[in-house]
């Protein structure tokens, strides 16, 4: 909020005389009614004034001309009716001395809160409800303090949750009941009496039950009248405590009753009901989670520090056990299955079980490996089909028991549940009593059985020959007829016909309004509104479905009352505030971020590097000047191959240009995107282009231009702010406290700027960043530091703003000490450097080279006084130290190789995804995408190392292949694709992914691709593949004689070697063939992933199996 006086600056109001003071000609209320203005509390905003002294079009059409004891009255007015009631109408009312055109010039410059207030939400419902097409400026017109897309985001909200029959089925004030009560969480009856005077408990509880939508969270003042009713000594079951709380089921005001109740002091507790608690006051103690989860003694062992506390541990553990009635009344936990299943598979004995199932008796024991036993070790042979269907009825049951009681709860038992012991007895008891010999009936008997077979066989004689009487009266004198089976057929040909007919008459239309689309009318198409939310962050996104799986394996198989609606079913719109809501919450746990997929330098992993080499040639023989870069000042050659470079890095900018559509701009003051051509038409704008410099040649510059994408295109800002994070994680990982000072002072700062609009404070981190770059290079460089790189953008900045850096805004100090302590710190063992290295060594100051190579080095100049560009005096041992400091990184860190291969992926092939995905479905060349954290856990699972090589079999646009050279450094990485497309974009990412490296100044990758080529019969792919060490096959939707032929292709592996798929290629019941394949050699081990988000076709964990080769044929499969 600003002062008052600075918008009375731009409009100065008349000088009052004594007696007019404070009386304003127009005036909504006496002056006696008026309150005393706050002018602090005023939130106004200043008319925004540029640095040369002009106004925004905003501002400049917007003077003031009320006087200042009417924006005073005003002003404090809105202050007070932002929290009651913001509707026009009322407004008016209040105002009603003031014209609605000067009063919108203080409600254009004031900002409201985003809550609505109540009368808004219930104009919103009642005007939703009494009309079926609701007109968006009616309600923005009466809501004018709110932004359309609010209020659409409302009305879809109430159709979605209240749309079709339950518009109906609610009466109007019964809604706006129900959504008043969640906007502002009034759960309680008095509260909700105050706008709902017709109340009633019954039913408002039915309609809660039926109706209500939203996801309830105990409010305080629920809370607080339970605690006094408690103190009161009301009990759980009162029909007192329960009418006052009508949103609350009887199970959960029961469950926070109890809860309640245990945390209050038994002192606040009335008198009377001291006595009718039987046990005190209990103390959670963490280690009483082991009765929940795991009772063996293993666990014991490991949750106690020290051997010695174990016997206390165990008496705790007892009493407690007893507390809740005996271990009976506990179920056995998934830890205690398990130990029961591996003493029958092992053939423990039975003090063996108990020493590892100390709280249990010797008959829980039995019970639970009798029950284990139809399970683990099943009965084939049997006496009699009597006992094999009571056996298989036991089996059967105890697998129903098992998948009933996930996580240890216990089953309830059922009064009708079968005593299969019991059964089983009766059973074999009642056959051998059939079995035993026939006794001698009574004569008499026997005559009367004998009479009775004797009329049973009469009368089916007799029935017999009626039928075959009235079958030959009714073939005389009647003409043949249609048999009645194709009767009934015709008439179901007849009624699916017709129904058929129904059917494509009611979807001629996409609506679905029944109407058939007559001849020469096209087909009506309404594009359907979705409600899908915006995810910048993908760690978050992650993370919160993370949590929403988790609560959901929580709350299965909670019973449920039949006779209403749960709370936890929820519509769609439910599901996207739930996610929405987790992804709001602080992730300030790191346990949640996955080691594979860090989200930024902060909370980063490091990759040894196991003595291989990152940098260039030039770094690691320790040459105090850089390896050798041709640049050309034409664009293009960036994607062209060859060991030309362009002083301009264009790709990202081109992308950006040729989907322009995909793009808005920047709001507040940045630059806008689209300029007015010659003709008037909108085109882009030529001057919104940054540049931002690297280190090691800072000559070169990557351009981009400042947009905000639609939807997921790339993201200038965010791929600036990978910029800063590589350079760290490259050159300055050795240090906490360079971290620091480019993560907040640059990172940080420039998504601030750009989240508070400020152009001028997100130009001022760029030029920072360049004058760093300039400053911090190890190498002499010949280039004008006067020469502004970003000059285009300097016309939408003040005329006061400084463009160059002081030394203190640099922090150059700390960069030149962290970087001088930890490269005398770390020198290797000394290269023996050429003459001219030498030379260069000893003086300890740097040759003055130009982008040409010298025709003769021996005669390169050496200054006498080393002199930063900027006039900043640095050490002269700081080249020196840096070029010694990367010579001894024994690590490279994920987060870098990551984001390095998603700025070539983003660049390349996201702008040319859609053809990758118009391959045949459900077949072997369907395109899918193993995401980096997915390639960096396999690899890491199976060890992969810099003298290993390297293969992926169906490489698509190479990631694997890439990923595997670049984070583990192996000899050598291939891959081979079949399908052209996926084949061009792999060899457009391998030039861009290469030539990115050499102006970062690390080592060329060794790369080797068969594109355009199938692996099945290709002599080539084969010798590669025979001669790695770790190769990937994605056979997800590999069919069988495709997986044959890999099987073939792979026969000479090495043993030891691995393979890593996505399925198993070891069928169930496998044995060796005729046949020559690899797969008589592979040992299969299954594993999952260990974070979502892993592959691109799924949001879920998913498994991979990793086969070792062996040295002979797997006894299993002979």
């Not at 791929?719 to 490259?730: C, G, S, V």
């Not at 152009?759 to 920072?768: E, L, P, S």
């Not at 490489?955 to 000899?971: K, R, Y």
């Amino acid at each position: 909020m600003m002062k008052l006086t600075q918008l009375l600056n731009q409009s100065p109001a008349k000088e009052l005389s004594p007696d007019e003071e404070g009386t304003p000609k127009k005036s909504g209320r006496p002056p006696s009614q008026r309150k005393t203005p706050v002018p602090a509390a005023i939130p106004l905003l200043n008319p925004k004034v540029d640095d040369d002294g002009l106004m925004t079009p905003h501002s400049s059409d917007s003077s003031p001309t009320l006087k200042t004891e009417d924006l005073l009255f005003v002003g404090q007015l809105l202050a007070d009716m932002s929290v009651t009631d913001l509707t026009r109408t009322t407004i008016e009312k209040e105002l009603h001395g003031y014209p609605w055109s000067a009063v919108q010039q203080i409600i254009y410059q004031y900002k409201f809160p985003e809550k609505l207030t109540r009368p808004e939400v219930e104009f919103i419902v009642r005007l939703w409800h009494n009309s079926k097409r609701v007109e968006l400026s009616a309600i923005a017109q009466e809501c004018f303090a709110r932004s359309p897309e609010s209020l659409r985001s409302r009305l879809s909200l109430l159709e979605a949750n209240y749309g079709g029959v339950r518009r109906d089925a609610l009466l109007v004030e019964e809604l706006v009941a129900l959504e008043i009560c969640h906007h502002e969480n009034c759960y309680h009856a008095d509260d909700i009496v105050s706008f709902f005077p017709e109340y009633h408990y019954e039913r408002f509880r039915k309609l809660v039950s039926a109706f209500y939508p939203h996801k309830l969270r105990w409010t305080q003042r629920e809370l607080q009248f339970i605690t006094d009713k408690i103190k009161q000594g009301l009990s759980h079951e009162d029909y007192e405590l329960l009418r006052y709380l009508p949103f609350r089921r009887k199970c959960e005001v029961k469950a926070k009753y109890l809860a309640l109740k245990r945390k209050i002091p038994t002192t606040d507790l009335p008198s009377e009901n001291v006595e009718i608690v039987s046990e005190p006051t209990h103390v959670e103690n963490p280690l009483f989670d082991l009765i929940e989860n795991d009772l063996t003694m293993t666990s014991i062992k490991n949750a106690v520090p020290t051997a010695s506390t174990i016997l206390k541990v165990v008496c705790q553990l007892q009493e407690e056990i007893e507390r809740r009635g005996g271990s009976e009344k506990i179920a056995f936990t998934d830890p205690e299955r398990d130990t029961v299943r591996k003493s029958l598979e092992e053939g423990l004995s039975h003090d063996e079980i108990q020493l590892q199932l100390p709280f249990r008796t010797q008959e829980e024991i039995d019970g639970q490996v009798k029950k284990m036993q139809s399970a683990c070790v099943r009965q084939k042979k049997f006496k009699n089909d009597i006992e094999r269907l009571i056996y298989e009825a036991e089996w059967y049951s105890s697998m129903a028991e098992n998948a009933a009681t996930p996580g240890g709860r216990r089953r309830r038992v059922r009064k009708d549940s079968v005593e299969f012991e019991t059964l089983r007895k009766e059973a074999i008891n009642k056959k051998k009593r059939i079995l035993e010999g026939p006794t001698e009936e009574d004569p008499e008997k026997k005559r009367l059985n004998a009479i009775k077979t004797q009329k049973r066989v009469e009368t089916i004689r007799k029935k017999k020959e009626h039928q075959e009487e009235l079958k030959k009266r009714r073939q005389k004198g009647k003409s043949p007829a249609t048999p009645r089976h194709q009767l009934r057929s015709y008439k179901e040909r007849a009624t699916q016909m017709k129904s058929l007919l129904e059917e494509a008459k009611y979807f001629q239309s996409i609506t679905g309004d029944g109407k058939c689309v007559k001849e020469g009318v096209k087909r009506k198409r309404v594009p359907t509104y979705h409600l899908i939310p915006e995810f910048q962050n993908r760690q978050k996104l992650k993370t919160a479905q993370k949590k929403i799986e988790e609560q959901k394996f929580r709350r299965r198989g909670r019973a449920r009352a039949s006779s209403e609606t749960p709370s936890t079913e929820e519509s769609d719109f439910d599901e996207v505030d739930k996610l929405q809501r987790a992804m709001e919450e602080d992730l300030s746990d790191d346990d949640d971020i996955s080691p594979f997929d860090p989200p930024d330098i902060c909370r980063d992993t490091l990759v040894p590097l196991h003595g291989r080499e990152l940098f260039n040639d030039s770094i690691s023989t320790g040459c105090l000047f850089p390896f050798y870069v041709s640049f050309t000042s034409d664009l293009s050659s960036m994607m062209r191959p060859g060991k030309e470079y362009p002083v301009i890095n264009t790709v990202a900018s081109d992308v950006i240009r040729e989907n322009l559509k995909s793009y808005k701009s920047l709001t507040g003051s940045f630059p806008p995107l689209y300029a007015i051509g010659p003709n008037g038409e909108s085109i882009g704008n030529s001057r919104n282009v940054i540049h931002v410099r690297y280190l090691l040649y800072p000559t070169h510059s990557e351009q981009f231009i400042l947009a905000k994408p639609k939807s997921n295109e790339l993201d200038p800002v965010y791929e600036i702010n990978k910029i800063f994070q590589i350079h760290y994680a490259l050159y300055f990982s050795h240090s906490e406290v360079l971290k620091d000072i480019i993560y907040n002072d640059y990172c940080q700062s420039l998504q601030e700027a750009v989240d508070n609009e400020d152009f001028g404070a997100f130009m001022t981190v760029i030029d920072k960043w360049n004058c760093l770059m300039l400053e911090l290079t190890p190498y002499p460089i010949e280039i004008n530091p006067s020469v502004d790189i970003n000059e285009s953008l300097r016309c939408f900045l003040p005329r006061n703003y400084n463009i160059f850096p002081s030394y203190t805004d640099l922090k150059l100090q700390q960069f030149h000490l962290e970087v001088l302590a930890a490269g005398e710190t770390n020198i290797n063992t000394p290269v023996k450097p050429s003459p001219l290295l030498r030379r260069v060594s000893q003086t300890l100051q740097s040759p003055k080279l130009s982008t040409k190579m010298p025709s003769n080095p021996e005669i390169a100049q050496l200054p006498d006084v080393y002199v930063s560009r900027f006039r900043h005096l640095r050490p002269i041992l700081y080249s020196t130290a840096f070029i010694n400091l990367l010579n001894s990184m024994t690590s490279i860190t994920r987060y870098c190789v990551q984001q390095l291969l998603l700025r070539t992926y983003s660049r390349i092939v996201s702008p040319h995804s859609r053809k990758l995905r118009s391959y045949k479905a459900f077949s072997a060349e369907v395109y899918g995408e193993l995401l980096p954290s997915f390639v960096s856990e396999v690899l890491s699972k199976v060890d992969l190392q810099p003298h290993h090589k390297f293969y992926d079999l169906g490489s698509g646009v190479g990631n694997t292949t890439f990923q595997a050279a670049l984070e583990f450094g192996v000899h050598e990485s291939g891959g081979c694709e079949i399908m052209g497309h996926a084949s061009y974009l792999t060899s457009r990412q391998e030039i861009f992914l290469q030539k990115q490296l050499a102006l970062l100044g690390m080592k060329e990758l060794n790369l080797s691709f068969a594109l355009d080529q199938s692996f099945v019969d290709n002599d080539e792919v084969r010798k590669k593949c025979v001669d790695c060490d770790v190769l990937i096959v994605n056979n997800y939707l590999f069919d069988f004689p495709l997986n044959v032929a890999v099987g073939k292709l792979l026969v000479g592996l090495r043993p030891g070697s691995k393979i890593i798929s996505l399925r198993n290629f070891i069928p169930p019941r496998y044995k060796v063939g005729d046949d020559d394949t690899i797969f008589d050699y592979l040992t299969v081990e299954k594993f999952e992933m260990s974070d979502y988000f892993s592959v691109s076709w799924t949001a879920n964990k998913v498994p991979y199996y990793i086969s070792t080769v062996q040295k002979e044929v797997v006894d299993e499969y002979k």
